[in-house]
């Protein structure tokens, strides 16, 4: 089976909920202002291109990359099949002259910009769960000390049956409303230490990862380029200290398994980005 008969059958199992590829892409307008969020995101980008670019050109042996198409995509192709008259930027070239040569390409490399340092950010987001996981269950544990007299009468007993569920492995799922007693001033207190509770475990439900983030409505773009070169593609998101890729089949293999959202990947739309829909791969 050819490559791009693999990726035909993977966008036969992906829910159309997600993306529905019988349905052509809508064109989209570009910007009519560049804001200086927008200026410093394109600056950013140009950087990530321009380092997988040179990690491409300067270290490897067997193969060139060539900039084609928007600025955050290049081409990589075997070294015997680079075409010097043409160069190492292919962008501003009629298609017509180089469909035959972008078929000859290896690969098609999207790159995208994350302003992290990733390890600190995880190290961080780590420390944060960890602090929040233990004011929890300090939390529960000082309730249920202090508390438990109330909490016992029928009326409330619901809320002794949840702190007594509440354990290191339980946290993640755990929800409930708070309670809000004012009627006494131990009562009042009581709610008040159920909101620390509940602010906590919050934070420790709370998925803060650093992701891969290609559009929905980019996953047709690509499809319909690889329906036309038959080229393998991939993602790069470059942070400021590491460089993560996945190939396109991969990401198409993910969302056709509902049961990986939530911990390999998630579905949102991007304020950042005009709220387009898009898939937030956990690197």
């Known amino acids: 089976m050819i490559y791009f008969e693999k990726i035909r059958e993977l966008t036969k199992l992906i829910p159309a909920s997600i993306v529905d590829f019988s349905i052509e892409r ?12 927008f200026i410093t995101n394109k600056e950013q980008g140009d950087w990530a291109e321009m380092l997988i670019f040179r990690a491409i050109n300067e270290t490897s042996k067997n193969y060139v990359a060539v900039r084609y198409g928007k600025s955050d995509d290049i081409i990589a192709v075997k070294k015997h099949d680079f075409n010097s008259d043409f160069g190492y930027d292919i962008s ?24 992290f340092l990733i390890d600190k950010y995880e190290n961080q987001m780590q420390k944060r769960t960890d602090l929040n996981l233990k004011k929890a269950l300090s939390v529960k ?8 007299d109330i909490l016992k009468e029928p009326k409330k007993n619901k809320y002794l049956e949840i702190l007594n569920g509440i354990n ?18 131990k009562l009042a207190k009581l709610s008040l230490l159920f909101k ?17 983030t290609p559009k929905v409505e980019d996953l047709k773009v690509v499809h319909k380029w690889i329906e036309k070169f038959n080229v393998p593609h991939f993602y790069f998101q470059v942070f400021f200290d590491k ?9 198409l293999s993910l ?29």
Request: hydrophobic residues 30%; negative net charge; without cysteine.
């Open 196 to 212: 620390e509770l509940k602010d906590a475990i919050i934070i420790v439900q709370k998925r803060d990862y650093l992701s891969i």
């Open 141 to 148: 544990k000082q309730i249920l000390l202090e508390y438990s």
């Open 26 to 37: 809508e064109r989209t307008s570009p910007p009519t202002q560049a804001s200086s969020n």
């Open 168 to 185: 290191e492995n339980t946290i993640f799922a755990v929800s409930f409303i708070r309670p809000s007693w004012k009627s006494t001033e």
């Open 92 to 115: 501003k070239i009629k298609h017509s002259e180089i469909d035959d040569y972008v078929k000859k390409a290896v690969a098609g490399l999207e790159i995208r910009s994350s302003a």
């Open 243 to 251: 460089s993560f890729g996945i190939s396109f089949q991969n990401i």
């Open 255 to 283: 969302i056709t398994e509902p049961e990986k959202e939530g911990e390999y990947y998630e579905i949102s739309e991007d304020i950042k980005n005009q709220n387009k829909t898009t898939i937030k791969i956990n690197t």
